[in-house]
């Protein structure tokens, strides 16, 4: 059981669609899949189909179960939906805010989550993170509990800032709290056929090196409306450019985390 972190402290970046959308492409595989919304927006638990957009008292029992659970030291499977696009999902949502209040003056409470997971029954070949856009508490236990991380990354907003602070952020964590966790990768997202957004892909590369995927994630209509329908675009619309991109992106994260010298020392490597 692989547990990864998809992450980055910028908002609207597309980490609730490359979490959403990677673990359909990996369950059309035959992958098991649970993905974990720790976002109190709730945007992979709705596109999952735990609930109908616009409605916020099942995403608040969502989020305040997951709270509950954490801040307890209680079991995480009976918080385990099974969806029918064939992935499993603990949902969150809005009552999940109250988190950092609830665990304050908890002893290692970056560590509530890791534990937690820990416990869970080995059902699943991956778990997947869905972090919310800050770092927050919830981002670090997401931190301490993954091995991996990856970072979606949008050319429009790309900035180096950003991800270093993340990565002196992860860096921390693997020295302190986690020392299996590694960076899996930076995956350009909503990407377009702009002279700009090449350009900014290109300063990725010569930037962050091997540490930005091959494969890239093309801008896509399908892929909002795989969200207003409640599937992962490789179930929503099977071809099309955004099911090509998480397919190409599905293989290259299998061959990474295959590769057990792909990502080594890539969270240190910003310091």
């Known amino acids: 059981m692989r547990t990864i972190a998809i992450t980055n402290h910028k908002g609207g970046v597309g980490k609730s669609a490359v979490t959403v959308c990677l673990a359909g492409a990996l369950a059309e595989v035959g992958k098991r899949v649970l993905v974990v919304d720790l976002d109190q927006q709730g945007t992979s638990t709705e596109w999952l189909g735990a609930r109908h957009p616009g409605e916020l008292a099942q995403t608040d029992l969502y989020g305040a179960r997951l709270r509950d659970a954490l801040a307890d030291g209680l079991p995480l499977d009976p918080l385990v939906l099974q969806m029918r696009t064939g992935v499993d999902l603990i949902g969150c ?140 675009v490789t179930a929503y619309m099977p071809i099309c450019n955004g099911s090509d991109d998480f397919r190409v992106l599905r293989d290259e994260f299998l061959s990474r985390l295959e590769d057990s010298t792909s990502s080594h020392d890539g969270v240190l490597a910003h310091g």
């Open 93 to 232: 949502g809005t009552g999940f805010a109250a988190f950092e209040r609830a665990v304050s003056g908890q002893l290692a409470a970056e560590g509530l989550l890791a534990r937690a997971v820990a416990q869970l029954p080995r059902s699943w070949d991956f778990i997947l993170l869905d972090c919310p856009p800050s770092l927050g508490l919830a981002t670090m236990n997401a931190l301490v509990a993954a091995e991996r991380m990856l970072i979606p990354v949008e050319p429009k907003s790309a900035s180096r800032t950003p991800i270093l602070t993340l990565l002196r952020v992860a860096r921390d964590v693997s020295e302190l709290l986690n020392r299996d966790l590694e960076l899996l990768g930076i995956v350009v997202s909503r990407l377009q056929h702009r002279i700009q957004h090449r350009q900014v892909q290109s300063w990725l590369r010569s930037s962050f090196g091997d540490r930005v995927l091959q494969s890239a994630l093309r801008e896509s209509t399908h892929i909002g409306e795989s969200h207003a329908f409640q599937k992962p």
